[in-house]
């Protein structure tokens, strides 16, 4: 997504969860973004979620050696039968 991510953020709305340790720099994101999609992406990111160690560059990477979604990668049991049955990160 990264080559058109200024597309998607236009036209998508995204909910993004805090890793632990990652803090939200608004410095940061204004150096990148222009204001009102700054201002977006801030808009959905959920801040009274438990946090969850694992990145999506790592969960496609279990998956792909794996084939799904392993027991032991850090996901709440039900949002990796969710993954799992609905096939997502797959195929990339």
Known sequence: ??????????????????????????TELNRHWPGWLCQKLLSGIVFDAPMIDISSSELRQSIKEHGYVPADAQLPPSVAQYINEHKLYQGE
């Open 1 to 26: 997504w990264k080559p058109d991510c200024i597309r998607l953020v236009r036209n998508y709305d995204f909910i993004v969860y805090l890793r632990p340790g990652i803090t939200v720099d608004l």
